[in-house]
């Protein structure tokens, strides 16, 4: 992906969550520390493709750190960094945002998403 001059705060942020998958792989670690194969099972729609390039991407940002095992079979585990946590607030407050959109927004909804039956729920 081309890299743009960021010329501003906001666009940095964008830049550095810009992915469709980034936001989700972020919230999903920030619990534990989680190996390659553990996220393809937590995200189905992810290609390996996609997924290693956005966390390479991640890495390279200093969002994430990649930690390989010297063990047999190989075992790398990826984990948020102190710096990555900072963001943890934002994308929680982009999550009731989102949250509120799909309420009224209900066709936005993928069909086959987990949220569908919260949303009914929270009303």
């Given at each position: 992906m081309k890299k743009y001059p960021i010329r501003c705060p906001v666009t940095a942020y964008l830049r550095v969550i810009d992915g469709h998958w980034k936001p989700l792989l972020l919230w999903y670690l920030q619990t534990k520390p989680l190996r390659f194969k553990d996220i393809l099972s937590l995200i189905p729609d992810i290609s390996t493709r996609v997924l290693t390039e956005q966390l390479n991407e991640l890495e390279?940002?200093?969002?994430?750190?990649?930690?390989?095992?010297?063990?047999?079979?190989?075992?790398?585990?990826?984990?948020?960094?102190?710096?990555?946590?900072?963001?943890?607030?934002?994308?929680?407050?982009?999550?009731?945002?989102?949250?509120?959109?799909?309420?009224?927004?209900?066709h936005a909804l993928h069909p086959d998403s987990e949220w569908n039956q919260k949303i009914i729920e929270l009303q």
């Open positions: 390279e940002d200093k969002l994430i750190s990649r930690r390989a095992y010297n063990e047999t079979p190989p075992r790398v585990e990826y984990a948020l960094t102190d710096y990555g946590r900072t963001l943890i607030p934002c994308l929680a407050t982009l999550r009731e945002w989102g949250l509120q959109f799909l309420k009224e927004n209900k």
